[in-house]
């Protein structure tokens, strides 16, 4: 999660090449497309996975890159989660693309890294039809809750629903452990009381 989507045309792979392997010396995440699926529903589900996992799009701009339909889905689904982007001109320097793309990772809020967290976790919670076992802890849905409060970034109604069955589910550990602890200090009390009675009883006894 928190790659580099790099969203290019195979008509400018030689000069993407060279960016990949620069930003991949500089140790950056990166998601990159070299597979030659074929332009359907099985790419296009797995594009938007890692559009969405990913933190800065990163458009590799060309006039190449312009007429090509893959391009212009990738773009699309980038813009529909109001995906952070970067755009570099095919041809520049290497280090001045790299750059520009260092630039714009830096300059990322703390909320763009939590929506990010936020949608992929929840996507990915829907999938495996809400199961508990995927639901955010409590310290996760609070630090989740707090990074997106007041962003203009969307939150999505499966992600609204995410956050309150992982609310809910604090809130019933929460009860759930307080009651434990609370019959677990009555027991205490109660085993404290029958022995200070016991002790009583056992000196009184003796004293006759």
């Excluded at 008509?11 to 993407?16: C, G, H, L, N």
Aim: hydrophobic residues 40%.
């Amino acid at each position: 999660m928190n790659h580099l989507f790099i969203s290019y045309s195979r008509r400018d792979a030689d000069w993407v090449s060279l960016l990949e392997a620069e930003l991949r010396r500089l140790r950056y995440p990166i998601w990159i497309d070299q597979r030659d699926l074929p332009y359907s529903l099985k790419w296009l589900d797995q594009i938007t996975d890692a559009v969405e996992e990913s933190c800065l799009f990163v458009i590799c701009d060309s006039p190449n890159w312009r007429a090509s339909e893959p391009c212009r889905t990738e773009q699309a689904t980038a813009t529909k989660i109001a995906k952070s982007t970067v755009s570099v001109d095919v041809g520049s320097p290497v280090k001045t693309a790299v750059r520009l793309i260092s630039s714009a990772q830096k300059a990322l809020a703390a909320r763009d890294l939590a929506h990010t967290e936020l949608l992929v976790r929840a996507r990915d919670w829907d999938r495996v039809d809400r199961r508990s076992d995927a639901l955010l802890s409590t310290s996760e849905t609070l630090r989740l809750r707090r990074s997106t409060r007041g962003s203009s970034l969307r939150i999505s109604s499966v992600q609204r629903s995410y956050l309150l069955a992982s609310g809910r589910r604090s809130i019933r550990r929460a009860l759930i452990l307080a009651v434990s602890l609370a019959v677990i200090a009555a027991a205490g009390l109660a085993t404290l009381v029958f022995v200070s009675g016991k002790t009583f009883f056992d000196v009184g006894t003796a004293r006759d």
